[in-house]
């Protein structure tokens, strides 16, 4: 089946500690972006990726970073710089060149700070 | 500032307690105004794109409108299993791939 998966689906990091979220997707899509939900918040972008080997920062990239090696994998790395990273992070991919293509999005992962 | 704003923050139905949730918008330009339904620790689900003030699109018992100022989700005669967080968004003009999301409406269907 055609989707975007998204793991670990819970990730538990420890104070100063580096994590990396994992996003795939097999619905040959170009564009691939990364949220985060706070409870009673909106979805914030943190950041998004048009093409292979290239990205832009979102609203709030300070304390993460990405990489867009391949098309189908953009994974997002929770640096230790990001003071309050607890929080549920979803990955979306959209097709097409057109902005008015649709974002689809991944299960989530949830990141809790121990 | 481009700006999304739902209301109301929650809301219960008795089943087949027909209602609407409003999504209020400000951009410089709108490109398409987008809804979704999310499931408690899930990812958001699609609905529906609208384009156009004026433009309305139904899904089973779902009816999504458009004016210039806000869109409306009518839900006729909900279900418990209608029961979710619906997400609305916006996609500015000025910027073709960003969405600005609401802070959401949570919806209780009550049997």
């Known amino acids: 089946d055609g989707g975007i998966t998204q793991s670990p689906k819970y990730l538990f990091r420890k104070e100063g500690q580096n994590v990396t979220l994992s996003c795939e997707q097999n619905?040959?899509?170009?564009?691939m972006y990364w949220y985060r939900q706070d409870p009673g918040q909106g979805l914030r972008l943190i950041y998004y990726?048009?093409?292979?080997?290239?990205?832009q920062k979102g609203d709030i990239a300070e304390g993460y970073s990405v990489s867009r090696e391949k098309k189908e994998s953009f994974p997002l790395t929770v640096t230790s710089a990001q003071k309050n990273p607890t929080a549920f992070y979803l990955c979306a991919s959209r097709g097409g060149t057109s902005g008015r293509d649709t974002q689809y999005f991944g299960p989530g992962t949830r990141l809790t700070v121990l | 500032e481009d700006q999304v704003t739902q209301s109301p923050e929650a809301l219960r139905l008795q089943e087949g307690e027909s209602s609407s949730l409003n999504c209020s918008y400000t951009?410089?330009?709108?490109?398409?105004l987008f809804w979704y339904r999310q499931d408690p620790g899930k990812g958001p689900e699609f609905l529906f794109t609208l384009y156009s003030a004026g433009e309305e699109k139904e899904k089973e018992r779902l009816k999504a409108t458009l004016t210039k100022k806000e869109s409306f989700l009518h839900i006729t005669a909900p279900k418990p299993e209608d029961s979710a967080t619906y997400l609305c968004?916006?996609?500015?003009?000025?910027?073709?791939?960003?969405?600005?999301f609401g802070s959401g409406t949570r919806l209780l269907v009550r049997p």
């Open positions: 990726s048009q093409i292979v080997n290239d990205f």
């Open positions: 968004a916006v996609q500015a003009l000025d910027s073709s791939y960003k969405l600005i």
């Open positions: 619905l040959n899509h170009d564009a």
């Open positions: 951009v410089s330009g709108l490109r398409g």
